[in-house]
């Protein structure tokens, strides 16, 4: 039998243990609260995360790094991305030489502006065909109620990604491979700065028009970004890129999106903050995305704008103005 080990006991690596033991694996989950993994043990559930869901028999929990990394086959690492590099650095040790490492997480790393399988190979000592990403459309609470998802996963081995794929196909959830991974990562990550754009013009008031607008130029300047950095332009069209992009633009269970949401309405960032019990990852990455921007010469606005609205503290009426005042440009500039 397949033995995985899921770092993060929060809503999607809950969730993703849940597909994994469906789909006929042993999973251990790993998490830093013992009553946590008490309730997951014995009561089958998580209720700080995915409350009212079962989870399957052959799941279970422990605060315990090495027990959970034991025997795995695959490592799953869903942690938020900025405490990757330090969790990983504890994990590192115990990990099987052979177990492939995927992550889950869709975020840019602060002040390296490195994607996460990058993270994961430097702390990891990780030869890149060691390492996958899982992405697309995802939303955990309708993963974890059984409804029919899409994903895909990616490594630069293929042979990999048709191991990881068989690993995770159930019934609800059917993922399809890919081996370009920067492309897969980066319409992770910056669809998320993309969906705060799009909640905090919900927030504002403005219509499907503006918000449809800010979808499909977000997806153009992912793929700008993309293919600067050496991805594959299709990769943008698929699930990892305008799937995810659209799933967590337009519904009120994303986290970026809600969050958004409540600047657009006028919160400040701490109250924002201080409402959202999970973490946003549009809201530390913008920066991040917009560093990777400048570092290669590709023009982001909404990404920039994102950034003057949730950490310059521009007015997002304001912004708005100035998004819309820009200079006239052919579609395909």
């Given at each position: 039998?397949?033995?995985?080990?899921?770092?993060?006991?929060?809503?999607?690596?809950?969730?993703?243990?849940?597909?994994?033991?469906?789909?006929?694996?042993?999973?251990?989950?790993?998490?830093?609260?013992?009553?946590?993994?008490?309730?997951?043990?014995?009561?089958?559930?998580?209720?700080?995360?995915?409350?009212?869901?079962?989870l399957?028999?052959?799941?279970?929990?422990?605060?315990?790094?090495?027990?959970a990394?034991?025997?795995?086959?695959?490592?799953?690492?869903?942690?938020?991305s900025?405490?990757?590099?330090?969790?990983?650095?504890?994990?590192?040790?115990?990990?099987?030489?052979?177990?492939?490492?995927?992550?889950?997480?869709?975020?840019?790393?602060?002040?390296?502006?490195?994607?996460?399988?990058e993270?994961?190979?430097?702390?990891?000592?990780?030869?890149?065909?060691?390492?996958?990403?899982?992405?697309?459309?995802?939303?955990?609470?309708?993963?974890?109620?059984?409804?029919?998802?899409?994903?895909?996963?990616?490594?630069?081995?293929e042979?990999?990604?048709v191991?990881?794929?068989?690993a995770?196909?159930?019934?609800?959830?059917?993922?399809?491979?890919?081996?370009?991974?920067?492309?897969?990562?980066?319409?992770?990550?910056?669809?998320?700065?993309?969906?705060?754009?799009?909640?905090?013009?919900?927030?504002?008031?403005?219509?499907?028009?503006?918000?449809?607008?800010?979808?499909?130029?977000?997806?153009a300047?992912?793929?700008?970004?993309?293919?600067?950095?050496?991805?594959?332009?299709?990769?943008?069209?698929?699930?990892?890129?305008?799937?995810?992009?659209?799933?967590?633009?337009?519904?009120?269970?994303?986290?970026?999106?809600?969050?958004?949401?409540?600047?657009?309405?006028?919160?400040?960032?701490?109250?924002?903050?201080?409402v959202?019990?999970?973490?946003?990852?549009?809201?530390?990455?913008?920066?991040s995305?917009?560093?990777?921007?400048?570092?290669?010469?590709?023009?982001?606005?909404?990404?920039?704008?994102v950034?003057?609205?949730?950490?310059?503290?521009?007015?997002?009426?304001v912004?708005?103005?100035?998004?819309?005042a820009?200079?006239?440009?052919?579609?395909?500039?």
């Amino acid at each position: 039998m397949t033995r995985c080990a899921v770092y993060g006991t929060g809503s999607w690596g809950t969730a993703f243990a849940m597909v994994l033991a469906d789909a006929g694996c042993e999973v251990t989950l790993w998490g830093r609260r013992a009553e946590v993994a008490r309730e997951i043990n014995t009561g089958r559930t998580n209720p700080d995360y995915l409350p009212g869901v079962e989870l399957p028999p052959a799941v279970r929990a422990t605060t315990d790094p090495a027990e959970a990394a034991d025997g795995a086959d695959f490592t799953v690492l869903t942690v938020p991305s900025q405490t990757l590099r330090e969790n990983l650095a504890a994990w590192a040790p115990l990990l099987p030489a052979d177990t492939v490492l995927v992550s889950l997480m869709k975020g840019v790393e602060l002040g390296t502006a490195k994607r996460m399988s990058e993270v994961i190979e430097e702390v990891a000592q990780a030869s890149p065909d060691r390492v996958a990403v899982l992405t697309g459309p995802n939303l955990a609470k309708e993963v974890a109620a059984r409804q029919p998802a899409a994903a895909v996963v990616a490594c630069r081995d293929e042979s990999v990604a048709v191991r990881l794929q068989s690993a995770c196909h159930t019934s609800y959830f059917r993922p399809y491979t890919n081996t370009d991974v920067v492309g897969c990562e980066l319409g992770g990550a910056v669809k998320n700065v993309i969906a705060l754009a799009v909640g905090i013009a919900g927030g504002m008031g403005l219509g499907d028009n503006a918000k449809a607008s800010l979808i499909t130029r977000g997806l153009a300047e992912t793929t700008r970004l993309g293919l600067a950095m050496g991805a594959d332009a299709h990769t943008f069209a698929g699930l990892a890129g305008m799937g995810d992009l659209v799933a967590t633009c337009s519904s009120p269970l994303s986290r970026n999106h809600t969050f958004g949401a409540n600047l657009g309405r006028g919160m400040t960032l701490e109250e924002t903050i201080a409402v959202t019990r999970q973490t946003a990852e549009g809201v530390k990455s913008c920066e991040s995305v917009l560093d990777l921007a400048r570092r290669y010469g590709v023009d982001m606005p909404i990404t920039e704008t994102v950034v003057d609205i949730v950490h310059d503290g521009k007015p997002p009426l304001v912004a708005l103005k100035e998004l819309m005042a820009r200079s006239a440009k052919p579609e395909r500039h």
